[in-house]
């Protein structure tokens, strides 16, 4: 009987420097404790919280928090206000919010970002499930979100060998309470399993993925 050996070569996490957006709010907070947590040095950014503060739609600040931030080794965005509303009651101007808020600021981000990034960084960004599966009231949701999805998909064949990519979460079960008759019938995810995407995004070696936690 012949027997098989593997010698598996332990794996040493880097210590990396990463920024993240929107650290306080319900997905940014559960995300930044988790990558706390491996042992990576964490600048956090948000509007009225944070080592930085900035809103990052906002061309002048985001250039000042690059200049506070420094060289980062990764970049998590996990913010963007988005109204959810039915299609007849959706104005110009909540499509033009949902666009600045959630995808134009992430595309800024990485535009203005590369030169801050390490050489091998990454940028991981936040879409959504209405892209994929909408739900009613969603409609401003699913543009922005899939706009996202098919930047970063188009941005990775062009900024390597920096990594990006996005996660792409259903709602929070956290927030069923607030969100839950959204998307009825939905699976839920946990924000620990919202987290633990945004880990694969920034510790794994893929890009132009949408990760779906």
Known sequence: MAYFTCDVASVSLEIMKILTIGAHGTAGHAITE???????????????????????????????????AGTVDAVVYAAGDVRYAEFQELSSSDFESAWQQKALAQINLVRTGLEHLSPNGSFTLMSGIPSRDPVVSGVAAATVNGA???????????????????????????????????FPGFIPVDLADVARGFQKGVEGASTGETIVP
Do not use: C
């Open 148 to 182: 996202v999805d098919a930047f970063v998909k188009a941005a990775a064949i062009e900024i390597a060998p920096v990594r990006i990519n996005a996660v792409s979460p259903s709602v929070f079960t956290e927030s069923l309470d607030t969100f839950g008759d959204f």
């Open 34 to 68: 988790h990558l706390a947590s491996r042992g990576h040095d964490i600048i956090t950014v948000g509007r009225t919280s944070g080592d930085i503060r900035a809103d990052v739609s906002d061309l002048k600040q985001l250039e000042a928090m690059w200049q506070q």
